[in-house]
């Protein structure tokens, strides 16, 4: 009576339940879930037809479009394993990542063919023709091993070669289920794609929005007017994206005098947003939720669940408390802990910090074809994320840093998110990064790297003011430089390159 959990249920349920309904919007096109499911069915039996076949590598190359959401599904009618390609990566970038996990096949679309030419391997650039190539009936496979890899998903390689993470049929069920339970997904539900599909796999919402029979609105960039366009179009009712999307789309509603959608869910993560994001979001309309993860963890693996007696405080005060990574989803049922360098556990005191460690159905398979960085990762029994957080004493976590952004400044350490959240408090502040520069007196002292809103303006005299008025002194910034912020190709802040800077001043003298 025990049947295996995998996604291609949630395509196959509500093919028919849904099957005269909107499934996908990409521009002039609309689908149903009838039409959706077979294309699915058409991709997989092309792809069978390239020779694809149990454990080969499906490389996708696309923004969010139907053929990645199909991607999503036809791949794993043949046992086979998707590997969504990051499409801000550059050639060399690229041909590494194909190269590491050997895909067979690569979709790509045409806007993006020039970055794949000459890649050993079979590649189709001419979508709907390849959909119209070969037979439409393919089997799901028989007798699924849902701890079987479905996907690879490569970190961004900000301090070496990337990573590749295995998901499961398991792992991707179980998240795609817990979205749909904290974020309230339903058949009336609209989805934006303004995350990228290729991140996380869209941190599983490709399944999740299938599942409830969903609509899927594909947005191939992230520009907030057509944002905006397709949310009153459509009427979203749901959109995912990192801090400096949610920014943006703030940004841009403020400046025009938009209101979004009433109702609308605005998943954030990727990145600790500060409550000054939370609140310009929140002021535009939109109703913020937290959610914390990582590529390993299938996007959020932590959620800032809220408590409805928090509704009386003042904005300010609820942005503080969104801004929180929260307790862990309550589906996967999954465990999570802060501990210290012996992995004992911190006490909730809301001070004391420690490295956030998780176990549990959605936390990855493995590094593919690397297992000691495998090993590494689960060094005693638990995933080690990397990330530096306290406990408060209602059992939510609030992350203060990455172990390598502390800033050890005269023995002390100094969050570089809790400079981060002041400084972006500033109305002239756009975005922010706080990174540790060497000292002769004091060993490390933070410097802060600002970029400004449009037409703004603020010296660093004022910004350091500002930091002294809200932090003890010993934190605020002894330096601030005024620059457009490099990003990772997910939109991290490179924080490495900004390090970096200082490190080269030294070797100079």
Request: with cysteine; hydrophobic share 45%; aromatic share 8%.
């Amino acid at each position: 009576m025990i049947r295996p959990l995998t996604p291609l249920d949630f395509l196959l349920r509500s093919a028919t339940v849904y099957r005269d309904c909107t499934a996908v919007v990409e521009g002039e096109r609309r689908f149903t879930y009838a039409e959706f499911a077979r294309r699915v069915q058409r991709q997989a039996a092309a792809l069978r037809a390239l020779g694809v076949t149990a454990g080969d590598r499906v490389a996708v190359l696309a923004p969010n479009s139907a053929m990645a959401l199909e991607a999503h599904f036809a791949p794993l009618l043949l046992d086979a394993v998707l590997v969504m390609l990051n499409t801000r990566l550059g050639a060399s970038e690229l041909a590494w990542i194909l190269e590491h996990c050997g895909a067979k096949v690569l979709l790509v679309d045409a806007e993006l063919r020039a970055l794949v030419e000459g890649a050993p391997l079979a590649i189709v650039g001419e979508y709907e023709a390849f959909l119209n190539s070969a037979g439409r009936e393919v089997p799901a496979p028989a007798g699924i091993d849902e701890n079987a890899c479905i996907a690879i998903n490569y970190t961004s390689g900000t301090t070496g070669f990337p990573k590749g993470v295995m998901y499961t049929h398991r792992g991707a069920w179980v998240n795609a289920v817990g979205e749909i339970t904290e974020h309230g997904l339903n058949a009336r539900s609209v989805y934006l794609w303004t995350l990228p599909m290729f991140h996380c796999n869209g941190w599983t919402f490709p399944w999740a929005v299938t599942a409830v029979g969903g609509r899927h609105v594909c947005l191939r960039r992230p520009d907030p007017a057509e944002a905006v366009r397709l949310m009153e179009a459509e009427g979203v009712t749901h959109l995912c994206g990192a801090p400096v999307v949610v920014a943006s789309l703030a940004q841009y509603c403020a400046a025009h005098g938009v209101r979004l959608p009433r109702g609308l869910k605005i998943v954030t993560a990727g990145a600790p947003p500060a409550p000054a994001v939370i609140r310009a979001a929140e002021d535009a309309g939109g109703e913020i939720t937290h959610v914390y993860g990582l590529t390993e963890t299938y996007g959020p693996h932590t959620v800032c669940a809220w408590k409805p007696e928090w509704d009386a405080r003042d904005a300010a005060e609820r942005a503080q408390i969104k801004a929180r990574q929260g307790v862990p989803y309550m589906v996967a049922g999954e465990d999570l802990r802060v501990v210290d360098p012996a992995m004992r556990d911190v006490p909730a005191d809301g001070e004391t910090m420690g490295e956030v460690l998780m176990r549990g159905n959605n936390v990855m398979l493995g590094y593919y074809a690397n297992p000691q960085a495998t090993a590494e990762a689960f060094a005693g029994g638990w995933f080690h994320s990397g990330d530096i957080a306290v406990v408060h004493a209602d059992g939510y976590i609030e992350l203060r840093d990455r172990q390598k952004d502390i800033v050890i400044s005269g023995g002390e350490n100094i969050s570089s998110i809790e400079v981060e959240k002041a400084l972006a408090d500033h109305p002239a502040v756009g975005e922010v990064a706080i990174v540790a520069a060497p000292d002769e007196k004091w060993g490390e002292v933070p410097v802060a790297f600002v970029g400004l809103k449009p037409g703004a303006s603020a010296t660093a005299e004022e910004l350091v003011a500002w930091c002294r008025e809200r932090l003890a002194h010993f934190k605020c910034p002894k330096r601030v430089e005024f620059m457009a912020l490099p990003r990772t190709a997910t939109g991290k802040v490179r924080k490495n390159e900004l390090r970096a800077r200082f490190r080269e001043a030294q070797a100079g003298k």
